[in-house]
Nanobody, 121 residues
Framework: VQLVESGGGLVQPGGSLRLSCATS????????MSWYRQAPGKERNEREL???????????DYADSVKGRFTISRDNAKNTVYLQMNSLKPEDTAVYYCKATSYSYRGLSYWGKGTLVTVSS
């Protein structure tokens, strides 16, 4: 199983980025997909859940800190999940990770290696 994030980079405050997470080796629609972020200086167990989308894409949820600015979506034909990030703020600076959580097997999940987003002028 592989999860590969892309699309990170340096952006000015107020700008936008679109992150992608391409997956392989799993039945994509059988997994809820989430984006997490780990801010500089934070430990792995301090990762923040940013957004989640169900297997069919019919339901989404967001952290209060990103509601109205970020949009999670998925393309099950491409086995890919996206995070559209608008109105970016310096406090959005973090490494962004995608996570796949199985509906079929309790406790089974996979993580990508992350992509760095830096919001700075």
């Amino acid at each position: 199983v592989q999860l590969v994030e892309s699309g990170g980079g340096l952006v000015q405050p107020g700008g936008s980025l679109r992150l992608s997470c391409a997956t392989s080796g799993l039945t994509f629609s059988s997994y809820a997909m989430s984006w997490y972020r780990q801010a500089p200086g934070k430990e792995r167990n301090e990762r923040e859940l940013v957004a989640t989308i169900t297997g069919g894409g019919g339901s989404t949820d967001y952290a209060d800190s990103v509601k109205g600015r970020f949009t999670i979506s998925r393309d099950n034909a491409k086995n890919t999940v996206y995070l559209q990030m608008n109105s970016l703020k310096p406090e959005d600076t973090a490494v962004y990770y995608c996570k796949a959580t199985s509906y079929s097997y309790r406790g089974l999940s996979y993580w990508g290696k992350g992509t760095l987003v830096t919001v700075s002028s």
